[in-house]
């Protein structure tokens, strides 16, 4: 019989798209869901964007274009990373792909052979596991429980890298955490990075622009600017322009380094689409209006949804600071039942609150962090407080499981 290769035997289905996909069936069924499952954000980009597009239409080529970007998109790429606060990089430095999601792809394809290590905090993003079992790196993860705000404390990356791991791969502001590193967090994180100088580092800062709260977002090159030779700082236009579907992501990074994601491009996308590099410039360069007040929109969701959270017995949130995400410690569910089904772990969990209650979101196990579920909170307005209801009703009618289960003496 013919076979696939095998690597194509360990990349997995998105445990999100599964739950996404359960939640639209139910809601083909008639039934009235709340999807808390997938992490898009809920608005559309400017009008400015549009007209960017409608404008370039008449004198678009239809042709191939630079298989590292479009010089004038290049440019807002590098005019973007100055104004995040990381100035200093040039044309030679960036590049761009077919989301953040394809551009972290090229970097693991570019940095990691066959059996090297990656290293990464839980909770992660479900990708950063596919991406490199797909590769067959080897994966080691540092389990960043809720006690600990779900952060990677220094000590904790020191030790990771004392194996001289090819690459460390950090997200900052997190999915699916929403936790957001303070500037002296990511100075000491940078003060152990610079101990360990055979350790590549992507930093996934896809929302640096949806951060609360006024404590800014930082990066370790910041801080530590030899560290820019070896760090590659990923951006994307999908969460804080509203433009998921447009793909469009971005990397800065070392110039050999970044020339070689350039010739991965060169075979596996060509470029972007000329049309998509008009809208991509004017999102880059037009007013910032549209991410400033998401920003403001999702920090005063955050709160409803934290406070909500907080107010269930038992129930911890670690305070998200960014994105659009919370994170909660839902174990005290775990051992008890709801009308009659017992809750043994996160998985139970969500699709008994999915059965039950239509409210749709991701157990944390899908993220590495099993005591824990995700909830993405850009639904429309009315949807969200719905859906922190039903949650909050879910728990009070939890009772103790019936019968423990047997347990072997002694196992
Ligand atoms: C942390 C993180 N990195 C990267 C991506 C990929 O984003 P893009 O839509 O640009 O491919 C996502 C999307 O959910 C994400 O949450």
């Keep these: 019989m013919l076979k696939l290769a095998t690597r194509t035997g360990r990349a997995k289905p998105s445990a999100i798209m599964v739950i996404a996909d359960k939640a639209k069936q139910l809601k083909a069924e008639g039934k009235d869901v709340v999807n808390f499952s997938i992490g898009v954000p809920n608005f559309l980009p400017g009008d400015h964007v549009y007209q960017a597009v409608r404008d ?25 990373f100055k104004q995040s606060g990381l100035p200093g990089y040039t044309r030679n430095n960036v590049t761009v792909g077919i989301g953040a999601k394809q551009v972290l792809y090229n970097l693991c394809e570019a940095l990691l052979d066959e059996g090297d290590e990656i290293v990464f905090p839980a909770p992660y993003w479900t990708s950063y596991v596919d991406i490199a079992e797909i590769l067959g790196a080897k994966v080691t993860i540092l389990q960043c429980p809720p006690e600990q705000n779900y952060k ?11 194996s001289n791991p090819k690459v460390f791969l950090f997200n900052n502001p997190s999915n699916p955490t929403g936790m957001v590193y303070t500037k002296d967090e990511i100075a000491a994180l940078a003060d152990v990075l610079v101990k360990h ?61 970044v020339k070689a994601l350039v010739t991965l491009n060169s075979n596996h996308i060509t470029c972007l689409p000329e049309i998509i590099t008009e809208a991509a410039i004017a999102a880059l360069n037009g007013p910032q209006d549209v991410p400033a007040a998401k920003r403001e929109d999702f920090s005063r969701r955050r709160d409803v949804v934290v406070g909500a959270l907080e107010s269930i017995p038992g129930v911890h949130c670690p305070r998200p600071q960014g994105a659009f995400y919370a994170f909660p410690d839902i174990a005290v569910a775990f051992g008890r ?69 047997a347990r072997v003496a002694g196992a």
Excluded at 152 to 162: E, M, R, V, Y
Excluded at 234 to 257: C, I, N, Q
Excluded at 359 to 367: D, H, L, Q
Aim: glycine share 10%.
């Design 56 to 80: 370039w239409m008449p004198r678009d080529s239809g042709g191939y274009g630079s298989n590292r970007g479009a010089p004038a998109l290049l440019d807002a790429i590098v005019a973007h």
């Design 152 to 162: 990677l404390t220094p000590a904790q990356l020191d030790k990771a890298l004392a």
């Design 197 to 257: 100088p055979s350790t590549w580092i992507i930093a996934d800062d896809i929302y640096n622009r949806l951060v609360f709260d006024g404590i800014g977002y930082h990066n370790v090159v910041q801080f530590r600017p030899e560290l820019r030779e070896r760090t590659f700082i990923m951006d994307s236009l999908s969460k804080t322009y509203g433009m998921p579907g447009w793909r469009v992501g971005f990397v800065a990074g070392p110039e050999a380094g």
């Design 337 to 405: 039942s709801h009308n009659g089904k017992l809750i043994e772990n996160d998985i139970d969990f969500c699709k008994a609150l999915l059965d039950e209650k239509f409210v749709a979101t991701v157990p944390g196990s899908a993220f590495g962090e099993p005591r824990s579920l995700r909830i993405s909170y850009t639904c429309a307005p009315e949807q969200l407080q719905k859906g922190l209801d039903r949650i909050k009703q879910f728990f009070a009618e939890l009772s103790d499981a019936e019968a423990p289960r």
